[in-house]
């Protein structure tokens, strides 16, 4: 098999990996520090959480294969089992975005619709939408895969959530955002975790 004269040029790159490494640093700090805002800011509340769940469980990851592209992402609050889900994640995806959701699944989930449609006024027009895929763990966002919270869908909602055994809440930034190069994503997260919170409270 050949290799191309652009693929040549990317394999005597002698920059790129020594700069996604320092890239790679950089985004892990700015999780640390995401991390350190949401504990804080979960501690000042009653969370409707799963049997079984702590604010002292967390996770970092660092992965290169989400539809061939690089990722980072933490994880808090941090409940998974087969059958529940109980999670805000804050991802940092190569090529794409950043995206910060909340991911529910069983265990309280009625509980948690009936407070995103009860408390609507309180979670629409701040930038969060709604994840219409059949899997938690689809990323991209746009026509077909997110609809966006706006006070006048509070019955649309209502309708896409109806049968639902789970659902998804993120907010999704791109990365020419001014607060990216301003160091303000920590801010971001941190107004994206507060925007769904009433979901997620008693």
Known sequence: ???????????????????????????????ELIHVSFQRELQTHHLLAPEGF?????????????????????DYPRFFTRDVKFSFRSLFWWGHHMSFALILEGGHVQRYKANLINRFSSVADRHVCLCLSNSLWEWNQGPGYTLDLTRSRNSEVAAVLSHRPFFKLARFVPFTDPSVQSGDVPQLAHQALRAVLPVITE
């Open 1 to 31: 098999m050949n290799f191309t004269s652009g693929e040549i040029a990317v394999l005597s790159d002698t920059e790129f990996f020594s700069a996604k490494a320092r890239l790679s640093k950089k985004i892990r700090h700015v999780l």
């Open 54 to 74: 702590t604010l002292n469980v967390h996770q970092f990851v660092k992965g290169e294969h989400l539809e061939d592209f690089p990722y980072q992402y933490l």
